[in-house]
């Protein structure tokens, strides 16, 4: 196997840009510019981002946050502005487990800008296919802070490069329902969930939810981040959605894990009990196991133990909700 040529760390992913991205149609240019939001989403999550704005530009996609920015030039241990967009694998100095962020669309695009606020200063550097066009140079100073790129995909990549905005604003929603308290804007629209897994699962329920039997639970065990929210449906069916690392995966451990966590809490409830369950539940992994070739099935035990027990706990030990699901289930 040949080694990556240093002096073009992404030729990889122009190569085969389908193993980084899923696909070269619709979905995949969805997915790298959720991959591009990556940085966003761990900057918030770090305690720093509480912005971000996508904007559509004809054939362009603008991604602009609050956070801290990066420096144009080597400083503190962190990733410097060159290595935050040719950087495929993880980033010193930072804690980014969603993807391969900005490096995916800076290597798939026919022209790549990013402009970065940090300490004062902004930093400004252009790219196509991945190849530097205008080297990192300081644009000024500022008392702004954040990253801001404008990226437009290669059309010798995408048989059709045109951003599809009703499926990027699904995947915008669900990352908002994910990190209630990070403002989120499409097109300067607010899509900000505040109320998280909770509203998700209150606006997926097929039937209104019964009374008192909405919760959620949070907490971290094993090297796993586990956050829930679970309800009962007043008709027979419910919905069950659930994240791996900021990922849509419905099936699996972590998804089994909070109806055996509800079935453990009553062991006599009707069988129906399963069926009615509208839940969404995310857990953050270091390494996740999936089963096949397509991110559908969580494969981990650990996982499913760690759901379970905090929804079974949750229904044995909280009184007044306890009460609820007995009044719901009989």
Do not use: Y
């Not at 919760?215 to 796993?224: D, I, K, M």
């Amino acid at each position: 196997m040949a080694l990556p040529d240093p002096a073009d760390p992404l030729a990889p992913v122009r190569t085969r840009p389908a193993m980084w991205i899923g696909t070269t149609d619709t979905p995949g240019l969805t997915q790298l510019v959720s991959e591009a939001l990556g940085w966003a989403v761990d900057e918030h999550l770090a305690g720093f981002a509480r912005r971000v704005d996508v904007r559509i530009h004809g054939a362009e996609i603008e991604l602009e946050d609050d956070g801290r920015g990066v420096p144009g030039e080597g400083a503190g241990g962190g990733p410097t502005l060159d290595q935050l967009v040719t950087t495929l694998g993880p980033l010193a100095g930072t804690a980014m487990l969603r993807g391969a962020g900005f490096a995916l669309a800076n290597a798939l695009s026919e022209r790549f800008e990013i402009e970065s606020r940090h300490d004062g200063v902004a930093w400004g550097a252009t790219f196509s296919r991945g190849q530097v066009v205008v080297p990192v140079h300081v644009l000024g100073q500022t008392t702004a802070r954040g990253l801001r790129v404008r990226f437009r995909p290669d059309q010798q990549t995408f048989a059709a490069p045109i951003v599809d905005e009703s499926a990027l604003e699904a995947r915008i929603e669900q990352l908002a329902w994910l990190t209630p308290r990070l403002a989120w804007f499409l097109q300067g629209r607010s899509k900000q969930r505040a109320d998280g897994l909770e509203g998700l699962v209150v606006a997926n329920a097929p039937t209104p939810l019964l009374p008192g039997t909405l919760f959620a639970v949070a907490g971290e065990a094993q090297g796993v981040q586990l956050h829930a929210a679970v309800g009962l449906a007043s008709g027979r069916r419910g919905k069950r959605v659930g994240f791996v690392n900021f990922a849509r995966v419905d099936g699996g451990a972590h998804v089994r894990g909070v109806a055996r966590g509800a079935r453990r809490a009553f062991p006599g409830a009707p069988t129906s009990l399963e069926r009615r369950l509208v839940t969404a539940v995310h857990v953050g992994l270091p390494a996740p196991h999936f089963v096949g070739t397509v991110r559908r099935q969580l494969s981990d035990d650990t996982v499913e133990q760690v759901v379970l027990k905090h929804v079974e706990l949750a229904l044995r030990d909280q009184d007044d909700l306890r009460i609820s699901w007995l009044q719901a289930l009989t």
